[in-house]
């Protein structure tokens, strides 16, 4: 047991370092030498190799494993698996498998350490306060880079944990008793704030559709619907008369000139298409394509802004069809959570639609490690560890109850005396 608090601790303590280095430690160099192994990149190396040594050890790490191959997240794993072999046919091998091993690792412990909570309400807490972390880090890296202003703070980074935990707090505090209810609401109204001062057309889009999939269920509270319908009209028509407003906040300065080509991603998009044509089996290695963009007839970049497109230029149809099937068998476990009306199920059904339809503008599944992921990764762990497991024993009960009752008898019912 003392042992399981140590690697515990030594995990949490490891990723909290893992995010602090791209968030308020993140270095930047030319993108010609993403692959130059620097004190950056050794700090980043040494960190991932504490966290597999560390999950090598970890007494739960075994069954962790054997319980993943029972949910969706397993075909992830399977991804993330492919993403490591593709090292093989990677133009840079020792990068490729160096990115792929570094999702791994956080993907790994988070799903080990959300195992060792005692009940679900702790592992919740824990989730959310991974979301709220990641989100304040990155919020305070945008301060110090860009000032406090509309364009400096502008960002898909702590939008996506901010709005993820937004979606899922508010959702959960429709279901929720009224101690719980207070506590969704706070951390909703915190979510919130950055959600909005992040100003992401892509997180905005997605906390949109997600809102679209609630909104059966936010009829049930008109305190909350009449609020939000307002502020969407009032919304509406302020930016339809001006479009300076456009720019400024939903644009972050750009013009909408600027925004039909969606900033430039349309013609980095193009080179990631003509790459996957050049290998369409199995691309060209995990996590290299967009740095190598320029040999495609696009641009060199840190990411492909497209978790998808990600998949497919760099691990060709076999990486984008797992990728896909993942997302897939997700949203029917989130669906069937959330029909059984098990906590945390219409939370997770929510804020795993706004991150799949986020991943069209930043690589949340598909890609490199990215501090977002770590946001990603503690839904998903909590989703598979509780509320998962939770909604496959009721329906395992249901199943035994039925086939014990009367009627599923092959004898008849005794009449009553």
Known sequence: MRLTRLVDFGLWALLLLTVLRTTLLVRRRDTAEFDAVDNSATIA??????I??????HPRARGALVRLQTSSAFYLLLYLALAALSAFWSVIPEFTLFRAGEVIAVFGALFVLMEGFDNWRNAERAMLGVLMVVTVLAFFQRVTTGGVSMEGLHTN???VTAGMGFLYTLAESLRADPRRKMMMRRWMVAFLLFAVVGTSAGSNIGIAVAMLILLPFLSQSKVVLIPAGLAC?????VMGASEQVVSTT????RSIEEAETLTGRMFLWQGYWNAFLDSPLIGHGFAIVARIGDQFGGLATTNAHNGFIEAGAGLG???FGLLCYYCYRLVLETIAATRARIIGGLGCLVAVVMMLVNNNSKSLLGGAYDPTMLGVFALLAFFHSYTLRATREQAAQRRAERA??????ARPTPARP
Do not use: D, F, R, W
């Open 45 to 50: 190396i040494a960190l991932i190799v504490g």
């Open 52 to 57: 597999v040594v560390l999950l090598m050890v």
């Open 157 to 159: 980074v702590y939008t």
């Open 233 to 237: 009209v009032a919304l509406a028509v």
């Open 250 to 253: 939903l644009l972050s300065g």
């Open 317 to 319: 149809l076999l990486g």
């Open 404 to 409: 014990q009752s009367p009627e599923a008898s």
